[in-house]
């Protein structure tokens, strides 16, 4: 864990890495932050490629039962994490949880399950798993980046389930990029860190309206 500005911050941003990445991936997003924050890259636990991951590989193969039966387990050892961050720095007032792909899975899930833990989000590239069993504190707010171009999960689906999600009065929108696959883009991290920043800094952050940039 790293700390950006001042030495006791209030605010925490957790990003989760995608499948074959590794926490170096979000070095240069968040140096020079602007603002004080901690920062805390967790490592998935099972090697892939050059990376690592947070499922096994037959994650994919697994009906949706099985899917969010992986992310419960996982996203309850990233919940510990925060939990003990937490209690190791109770000066901590928001924290922000965001990820690319696999990372967006969980970064979503964690919002959903444990708002206790969790702030605000940003998934990015994901697929929005699980049903919610109540509404999202008004505090919280997740705010959905995915590239329109998307061949591994289609953004179509993914507006189509923020759209519902926001229609059962979740505080929830999302933000698409023209062109952009399954990846990230400049202006794709300057929406991520604008955002992140104002939500972490205590500032009242306005939905978008959902679509392209």
Do not use: C, N
């Amino acid at each position: 864990m790293s700390t950006q500005g001042d030495a006791r911050p209030e605010a925490l941003l957790v990003a989760l890495h995608s499948s074959g990445g590794t926490p170096a991936f979000w070095r240069e997003y968040v140096q020079d932050w602007g603002a004080p924050v901690r920062v805390l890259l967790p490592q998935g636990p099972l090697p892939r490629r050059e990376g690592y991951t947070w499922f096994h590989p037959d994650h994919e193969q697994k009906a949706a039962a099985g899917k969010l039966a992986d992310l419960e387990q996982m996203g309850a050892r990233v919940a510990d994490l925060i939990r003990g961050v937490r209690r190791t720095h109770p000066e901590l007032r928001r924290v922000a949880v965001t990820g690319f792909s696999y990372g967006g899975d969980l970064a979503w899930w964690l919002a959903i399950r444990y708002p206790d833990l969790v702030d605000f989000a940003v998934p990015m590239g994901s697929r929005l798993l699980g049903d919610t069993s109540q509404p999202l504190p008004a505090t919280s707010h997740v705010r959905v980046l995915h590239g329109e171009a998307d061949a591994i999960i289609d953004a179509r689906q993914t507006s189509a389930r923020v759209e519902a999600l926001k229609a059962q009065g979740l505080p929830i929108d999302m933000m698409s990029y023209p062109g952009l696959g399954h990846d990230v883009s400049p202006a794709l991290i300057e929406d991520w860190r604008a955002f992140l920043r104002q939500a972490l800094s205590g500032q009242a952050v306005p939905p978008v309206a959902s679509g392209a940039r």
